[in-house]
């Protein structure tokens, strides 16, 4: 397994997935913090990172560490950045956002 300087890797989640903690993802982060995370990712393929406080600049900026981001053309993005949508389901909704299982992107 990889050793990480600068994340916390907690593996307990099944099979795939691991939680990432020790990031302020709010901020930005050091390459090698990044280049961990890459490596995280690639090892578990899906990551959870908890109790983080992303506005959607921030949340895009660090989007951009992992490559070119797209903007999705059939909702409207929020205000604040033309790469972050909402995806909100209401309390009284029955379906969620699309209705069923797709992908547009990733």
């Not at 009284?92 to 956002?97: C, I, Q, T, V, W």
């Amino acid at each position: 397994m990889a050793q990480y300087q600068h994340i916390s890797i907690n593996r307990s989640l099944g099979a795939v997935g691991a939680e990432v903690s020790g990031v302020d993802l709010s901020q930005p982060l050091p390459p090698e913090a990044i280049e961990e995370i890459r490596q995280a990712w690639l090892t578990h393929h899906v990551l959870c990172f908890r109790d983080q406080n992303l506005t959607p600049t921030a949340q895009a900026q660090f989007a951009e560490n992992f490559g070119e981001l797209d903007q999705y053309k059939f909702m409207e993005a929020v205000e604040e950045s033309p790469y972050v949508i909402p995806i909100i389901k209401e309390p009284d909704a029955k379906l969620n956002f699309g209705g069923g299982w797709h992908t547009d992107g990733s």
